[in-house]
């Protein structure tokens, strides 16, 4: 299936992440999954769902079948910052105790994928607050991490894409691109994130078109509380998110990226009436708040459940494929 036509002049792949074709399914029944819903692309969570002991051949051989039903397949490092090492203990394990050596190990895995981008999360909302390791040296030993596997990614033709998660601001992304490079990061765009950052989807998306190698599709209700704003998650369609106007700002910037569903599940609470969090979140502007503030509904619960998800998702973007979105 392909996007683009009723939202600009730019088709796009139509895929999903793994994860939202059903939690228990093995790859190959992912994407039998996927062909039999019509779409191009599958992105796994991470490599060590394909191969536990990352195994270029198995990587080789999950390629191939997919290609034998229409379905590229591209896959996730997960969460990777260099703050946190609990986290990357099986890149160490898999790189005899060195993290960057792990990582190299399983970028040249996926590399057999024949994919050019290898989504990658910075952290957690948590990280961010973490009293004892400051965020900004959080993203500068983020970044060093990044630049030290520039030499992998280079020799693979692989850029790392960043994900626009609940923890990182799109301008600190942008800092990050800067400093490792664009010739090695790039952007995963998620802009049902965006708004946990105090961002205008649109707006951000302006800022980060250029850098765009994945877009994760989902959409969320933009809700009023006691304390502030809340993103509820909600199906496709139905929500806050205008993905006509988000397509066109990326067309604009001639980005041919691929749209994949993500299903999310966290649910998040922007407490913009305290002056302690927009001090602690110097990036949020007013006009942003604003924007955001003008749309916000009346606070509702969240529709979590995948399978109806999935289904205004995937025909949300139908519509748009047969040119009459709005």
């Given at each position: ?107 040249r895995a996926i590399g057999e ?81 965006l708004p946990v950052r105090g ?128």
């Amino acid at each position: 299936m392909t996007i683009g036509d009723g939202v600009g002049t730019v088709v796009r792949e139509l895929g999903a992440c793994a994860r939202a074709l059903g939690e228990e399914s093995t790859p190959r029944e992912t994407n039998r999954t996927a062909s039999g819903l019509g779409l191009r692309h599958v992105e796994f969570a991470s490599p060590f769902v394909i191969s536990p002991a990352l195994d270029p051949t198995a990587f080789r051989a999950l390629a191939d079948y997919g290609r034998s039903l229409g379905v590229r397949l591209s896959c996730a490092l997960g969460m990777v910052s260099a703050g946190h090492a609990e986290r990357t203990t099986r890149f160490r394990e898999a790189g005899r105790g060195d993290l960057v050596a792990g990582l190299s190990k399983a970028l040249r895995a996926i590399g057999e994928l024949d994919t050019d981008y290898v989504q990658i999360v910075v952290g957690t909302l948590d990280d961010r607050y973490d009293a004892s390791v400051g965020w900004p040296e959080q993203l500068d030993a983020t970044a060093q991490l990044y630049r030290n596997l520039a030499p992998v990614l280079t020799d693979l033709s692989l850029k790392l894409a960043v994900k626009t998660h609940e923890e990182i601001t799109s301008h600190e992304i942008l800092a990050l691109v800067d400093a490792v490079g664009s010739d090695h990061l790039a952007v995963a765009l998620d802009p049902v994130n965006l708004p946990v950052r105090g961002e205008d989807p649109e707006l951000a998306t302006g800022r980060l078109a250029p850098h765009v190698g994945r877009i994760h599709y989902d959409d969320a209700w933009i809700t009023s509380t006691g304390r502030g704003l809340a993103r509820r998650l909600c199906p496709g369609g139905q929500g806050d998110i205008d993905w006509g106007a988000i397509f066109r700002i990326l067309d604009g910037a001639g980005s041919s990226a691929p749209v994949l569903v993500d299903l999310h599940r966290g649910e998040f609470e922007m407490p913009v009436c305290d002056e302690r969090w927009l001090l602690q979140n110097s990036d949020v502007s007013l006009r942003e708040l604003s924007i955001l503030s003008s749309r916000a509904r009346p606070d509702r619960p969240p529709v979590t459940a995948t399978a109806p998800r999935l289904q205004a998702a995937l025909s949300e973007l139908a519509t748009m494929t047969r040119g009459t979105a709005a």
